[in-house]
């Protein structure tokens, strides 16, 4: 039977390649946070969640939620100052409580190339003024 090779097993072997410490050994950082708007923040807004350090990649288990009141017209997308969609495409969560994972760019593996912002920007509608956006970034780094 063959063996084959994921993309680390070929750099852990054949040393064509080093691992960065986004790929393999690093270590896992989350930065929680809540936005609440005072007044109403209209269409178009960007809100800064967090700045991420060089070489950082977004997880998986990265969510946003969002308390119950929003507008049900109101949407909501996450990105960072390269695409702001990358993580999120834009949402509508309804009147509901609703908690949205980020897609963390995960099949292209997007590693940050500078310090940067990963930022939400409204759409449609605007936020419910005093209702939370939390969210919850999980990265690694070395």
Do not use: H, W
């Not at 999120?88 to 980020?102: E, R, T, Y």
């Amino acid at each position: 039977m063959a063996t084959k090779k994921s993309d680390v097993a070929v750099k852990q072997t054949e040393f064509t390649d080093k691992l960065m410490p986004n790929e393999f050994g690093g270590r896992v950082r989350v930065v929680r946070g809540v936005y609440a708007p005072t007044a109403a923040d209209a269409a178009g807004t960007v809100i800064q969640l967090a700045e991420l350090p060089k070489g950082s990649r977004l997880l998986l288990k990265s969510t946003v939620y969002f308390e119950a009141g929003q507008g049900a017209t109101t949407t909501f997308k996450v990105g960072d100052e390269l695409d702001d969609d990358r993580y999120l495409a834009a949402v509508a969560p309804g009147a509901s409580a609703a908690s949205k994972a980020l897609d963390a760019d995960v099949l292209n593996g997007y590693v940050f190339a500078q310090a940067m912002f990963v930022i939400a920007t409204t759409g449609v509608a605007a936020l419910t003024i005093g209702k939370k956006i939390v969210f919850e970034l999980y990265y690694v780094i070395d």
